[in-house]
């Protein structure tokens, strides 16, 4: 059964910091490289961070320095710390393999005041 749930989001002031949770199911986790998306009313949904099986990874540009993608293989679970969280950071945040598939968890929503 394909599962994918994202936690942690939350309002935050500009500055501040979120950690987001993405439990995902076995048959996902382990085959893949990983990524967290974002999205924005009226937008594509853009990829900010992954990290492949092995621990690699890599960032969009808007999101370098200050986003910190993780993940734990004996738990089938990523993660992405956020620090200096900017108002443009404001988006509903999903997991997901990377290239994705046909299927989106719920999200979870990320609210950054100015």
């Known amino acids: 059964q394909v599962q994918l749930v994202e936690s942690g989001g939350g309002l935050v002031q500009a500055g501040g910091s979120l950690r987001l949770s993405c439990a995902a199911s076995?048959?996902?986790?382990?085959?893949?490289?990983m990524g967290w998306y974002r999205q924005t009313p009226g937008k594509a949904r853009e990829l900010v961070a992954r990290?492949?099986?092995?621990?690699?990874?890599n960032y969009g540009d808007s999101v370098k320095g200050r986003f910190t993608i993780s993940r734990d293989n004996a738990e089938n679970t990523i993660y992405l710390q956020m620090n200096s969280l900017k108002p443009e950071d404001t988006a509903v945040y999903y997991c997901?393999?990377?290239?994705?598939?046909?299927?989106w968890g719920q999200g979870t929503q990320v609210t950054v005041s100015s």
């Open positions: 997901n393999p990377v290239p994705a598939i046909d299927y």
């Open positions: 076995g048959s996902i986790f382990s085959m893949n490289t």
């Open positions: 990290i492949s099986k092995a621990g690699s990874t």
